[in-house]
C-alpha cells in the first residue's frame, strides 16, 4: 500500500497574501466551490483527469496526498482558483541520491473562467514560486520548479512564460488528451537563482 507523501505544506505560514489574493490550505467545503469551476468543460479539457460528477470531484480532493499538494486562491473573499504543488526529488546518481531529495516541484493551476484576464493567475503562480524557493520556514527552499502542459493549452503555457520560466521541452505527439488524441506536450522550468 502507497503511503501519503509528508505533508510539506503544512508548517509554513498559511494563509498566504498578495496584493489582491489569499493563499490558503484546502479545507471543508473547497472541493465543492472548487467544482464551480473545475467542472466546467472550458477547464476539465486541459486538466489531467476530469471529474464525471461533484461526487467524484469530492472524492478526489479528499485523498490526503491531494490535501496535501492543494492551494485555494482567493480573491475578494470567492475561491477563483487552486494551485497543485508536488514536492519531489531530483534525478541523482545513486552515490549523491541524498542531496537530490525533495529538492524540487512540479507545479500547477486552475483559475475560474469568470477571474481570468486580470493577471490573479500570474499573480498566484509568482506566489506559489515565491513558496517554493524561500527557504524554511516561509518557504520550502527548493532548488528547482517544473510545470507541464498540452501545447495547445495557450493560456497556460502563456502563464508560465509570464512567470519567467523557460521552456525546457516540447515532445512531439507525447500526451493523450481524452478528445484530441495524441498531442504535444511543453515542459517549463525555472531555478531558484534565476
Not at 98 to 103: G, H, L, M, S, Y
Not at 134 to 150: I, K, N, T, W, Y
Request: charged share 25%; with cysteine; hydrophobic share 45%.
Amino acid at each position: 500500500m502507497e503511503t501519503a507523501p509528508p505533508d510539506l505544506l503544512a508548517p509554513l505560514p498559511w494563509p498566504l497574501r498578495t496584493d489582491r489574493l489569499v493563499l490558503r490550505r484546502l479545507g471543508d467545503g473547497d472541493a465543492e466551490r472548487l467544482w464551480e469551476h473545475r467542472g466546467l468543460p472550458e477547464v476539465s479539457r486541459w486538466l489531467g483527469g476530469a471529474s464525471g460528477s461533484l461526487e467524484d470531484h469530492v472524492e478526489f480532493f479528499a485523498d490526503p496526498r491531494r490535501v496535501a499538494q492543494t492551494l485555494v486562491v482567493e480573491h475578494d473573499g470567492a475561491v477563483v482558483g487552486d494551485l497543485y504543488v508536488n514536492v519531489m526529488d531530483g534525478w541523482a546518481q545513486r552515490e549523491v541520491a541524498a542531496v537530490a531529495v525533495r529538492c524540487q516541484a512540479e507545479i500547477g493551476w486552475t483559475l475560474n473562467p469568470a477571474a481570468q484576464g486580470r493577471g490573479l493567475g500570474t499573480e498566484a503562480v509568482r506566489a506559489l514560486l515565491e513558496v517554493c524557493f524561500s527557504p524554511a520556514p516561509s518557504g520550502l527552499g527548493l532548488r528547482r520548479v517544473v510545470a507541464e502542459c498540452f501545447a495547445l493549452n495557450e493560456p497556460s503555457w502563456r502563464l508560465m512564460e509570464r512567470v519567467g520560466m523557460r521552456r525546457e521541452h516540447h515532445a512531439v505527439r507525447e500526451s493523450l488528451h481524452r478528445d484530441l488524441g495524441w498531442v504535444d506536450g511543453y515542459g517549463y522550468a525555472l531555478l531558484a537563482e534565476e
